[in-house]
């Protein structure tokens, strides 16, 4: 069955094969190009050009994804003389596919060889969240909500890979949520899953007239998205503001994600296999009115989640960090990160020295201090019981924020320090607009030795 989708980079024409194709021999898709001639083939794919306008596209190269969702990259071919694309793929590459199985390439415009015609997308982009693939080049991941589709003022949730040195390799972007799934599509978090061999991209989705759900899909390195071979990728029917977190739990591989549940008021979470099987039932974290802003990290090597949130204090108005462990099928009791005067909000967690044989595993937590006398971002340690480290009164990391969106992330490979970089914007802050921090050498409990960069 042959399918076309319109993206962002392009014109997506794939071609999906529910059962091996019969015969023998190496299957090849001919596809007859009119109106432009050809240019020249590089490493982007064939390019093509209008003799009168000069303009043209390219048609890239393409993938082979085979029902356990492995890619394999396929170059595409022209035959002159037919002045057709030509697509080849293996005998042996069909022989050993599980089906059903996409052939997928990529038709985009240019204004020259291998440039294509971009610009700045149109209406809003934020919210971003961003993962690492732990791969040998370093690639990652940034996601965000982007309004550019416009349709009834929602938003889809977009993606684009980061090399290294920072070049974007996707310069517009591409959907990460199902284009026939209509309505508001926001809010993602994602994270690489060493046994998948993709990241994993939970967000809200709420169909005009529905309930908001939280649901996943699946990026490859290539940045083929699917839904995980799932029938129905939905985590949870009623829920919204997800984190999700990778780690090894009892010597097994797992996802964590964790929401809020708009129905009778809890924050939720539940472990996943790589393939997004639940691998036990959902745990409620924290239940009632005055619970939110959940965020998951991994722990220490064969330790447990951990799971922050704020909660309101009872007849003060203001809120508390708390937090708790939890893995498959237990979880820890839930204890207050910190109780403090005014509110604490916004937290989120990073695990440090989570490498196997590194000793004394845990968390950083991090959230905005809103008190009159005490406003900043602020952080603390936390031990793999769920303890905090230190005296009750917690680090300042920076002053006079009034708005802001702060991420923890472990240094290196998670084995060293925690870092924290500020990603918000500083409205009358005293200090460098954007200014971040990073913790140098160990974090005591209540004051941190920092370095400022603008």
């Known amino acids: ?120 997308a149109p209406d809003v982009q934020d919210g971003p969240a961003i993962a690492h693939s732990a791969q040998a080049l370093n690639e990652f991941l940034v996601v965000w909500n982007d309004r550019r589709r416009d349709i009834g003022y929602t938003s889809d949730v977009f993606a684009a890979r980061v090399d290294r040195f920072g070049t974007v390799i996707d310069p517009v972007g591409f959907m990460v949520n199902d284009p026939e799934i209509e309505g508001q599509q926001d809010s993602p978090a994602a994270v690489w899953g060493s046994g998948a061999s993709a990241y994993a991209v939970v967000f809200r989705s709420q169909p005009p007239g529905q309930d908001p759900s939280v649901r996943v899909r699946r990026v490859f390195l290539t940045g083929v998205v699917d839904d995980f071979g799932l029938a129905n990728p939905v985590i949870e029917p009623v829920g919204s503001s997800p984190d999700i977190a990778y780690g090894i739990i009892d010597n097994q591989q797992r996802f964590a994600v964790v929401w809020t549940r708009t129905q009778a008021l809890a924050v939720m979470a539940r472990t996943f296999d790589n393939v997004f099987n639940a691998t036990a039932p959902s745990h409620t974290i924290a239940l009632g009115s005055t619970v939110g802003s959940p965020a998951v990290a991994q722990g220490g090597y064969n330790q447990s989640f951990y799971v922050v949130w704020q909660q309101q204090v009872a007849g003060s108005g203001g809120y508390n960090i708390n937090g708790r462990t939890f893995k498959d099928s237990t979880m820890g009791v839930a204890l207050t ?118």
Do not use: K
């Open 1 to 120: 069955m042959e399918q076309l989708h319109n993206r962002a980079e392009g014109v997506e024409q794939s071609w999906r094969f529910d059962t091996a194709p019969p015969g023998v021999g190496d299957l090849t898709v001919r596809v007859a190009v009119t109106g432009h001639q050809y240019v020249d083939a590089t490493a982007g794919g064939l390019h093509f050009r209008d003799s009168q306008s000069g303009l043209g596209f390219r048609y890239g190269h393409a993938t082979w994804i085979d029902a356990e969702g492995t890619p394999s990259s396929l170059p595409v071919a022209f035959d002159e003389a037919a002045h057709q694309v030509v697509i080849r793929v293996p005998a042996a590459l069909l022989e050993s596919s599980t089906y059903p199985a996409v052939l997928d390439p990529t038709i985009g415009p240019e204004i020259a060889v291998d440039v294509p015609a971009t610009g700045p």
């Open 337 to 454: 990160v910190v109780a403090d005067v005014g509110d604490q909000t916004e937290p989120d967690a990073a695990a440090f020295n989570t490498a196997p044989g590194y000793p004394s595993p845990g968390w950083l937590v991090a959230w905005t201090d809103a008190g009159a006398a005490t406003r900043g971002i602020r952080a603390r340690r936390v031990d793999p019981t769920g303890f905090t480290i230190g005296s009750t009164r917690a680090a300042r990391v920076h002053r006079r924020v009034r708005s802001r969106r702060l991420g923890a992330e472990p240094c290196g490979r998670g084995a060293g320090q925690p870092r924290l970089r500020d990603r918000g914007r500083h409205r009358g802050a005293r200090d460098e607009p954007g200014a971040g921090v990073r913790v140098v050498g160990e974090l005591p409990g209540d004051l941190p030795q920092v370095r400022r960069r603008a």
